[in-house]
T-cell receptor, first 115, second 115 residues
Framework: GAVVSQHPSWVICKSGTSVKIECRSL??????MFWYRQFPKQSLMLMAT?????????EQGVEKDKFLINHASLTLSTLTVTSAHPEDSSFYIC???????????FGQGTRLTVV | LAKTTQPISMDSYEGQEVNITCSHN???????ITWYQQFPSQGPRFIIQ???TKVTNEVASLFIPADRKSSTLSLPRVSLSDTAVYYC????????????????FGKGTKLSVIP
């Protein structure tokens, strides 16, 4: 099956710093990637949708200047949490869909802790 | 986007068949139905996808009635390792690979398998 890899799996950063999370589709080209955030005991919340080579579409309430998304190639999308604060601590998950495909495949997630 | 409704939780004994039903009354003509499984601190894992009637793979079956306003995920002979949250999602397919293929998660069903 299709494999989506996220890096890092977990990260701890100081308040005010920025953190970059990578999402790679290892064995297929992903024309569309999605970024989600999940708080403990809650469902996944869609943050943004990105298509390769174009700007990401952010969901209502998600600050695009704080959560920078880049989808520069068909196999890589990055999410940068800028000026992170403790309330940004969460589980961030990406997913990718191949061109013409019907399923979306998910990465293993990144646990971000801001101290 | 079609909204989905699932039971919050279900319990089952090992070895039994489990059926989880999802309601999606306002499903659109070009919407597919996809089920994912999620373990704690992991990304969702694709289980099965269908458009109508019945779909079966090596891990599950998906039953979709003619009106497509609901669907039922059937897990045969569950084991303790099937304890997880199961999500039903409904979303459009963009055959070109671009566009508005969004996957919005509902609250999911927490399945607990009891020995």
């Amino acid at each position: 099956g299709a494999v989506v890899s996220q890096h890092p799996s977990w990260v701890i950063c100081k308040s005010g710093t920025s953190v970059k999370i990578e999402c790679r589709s290892l064995d297929f080209q992903a024309t569309t990637m999605f970024w989600y955030r999940q708080f403990p005991k809650q469902s996944l919340m869609l943050m943004a949708t990105s298509n390769e080579g174009s700007k990401a579409t952010y969901e209502q309430g998600v600050e695009k200047d704080k959560f920078l998304i880049n989808h520069a190639s068909l196999t890589l999308s990055t999410l940068t949490v800028t000026s992170a604060h403790p309330e940004d601590s969460s589980f961030y998950i990406c997913s990718a869909r191949r061109q013409g495909g019907t399923e979306a495949f998910f990465g293993q997630g990144t646990r971000l802790t801001v101290v | 986007l079609a909204k989905t409704t699932q039971p919050i939780s279900m319990d089952s004994y090992e070895g039994q068949e489990v059926n989880i039903t999802c309601s999606h009354n306002n499903i659109a003509t070009n919407d597919y139905i996809t089920w994912y499984q999620q373990f704690p601190s992991q990304g969702p894992r694709f289980i099965i996808q269908g458009y109508k009637t019945k779909v079966t793979n090596e891990v599950a079956s998906l039953f979709i009635p003619a009106d497509r306003k609901s669907s039922t995920l059937s897990l045969p002979r569950v084991s303790l390792s099937d304890t997880a949250v199961y999500y039903c999602l409904v979303g459009a397919i963009a055959y070109s690979g671009a566009g508005s293929y969004q996957l919005t998660f509902g609250k999911g069903t927490k399945l607990s398998v009891i020995p």
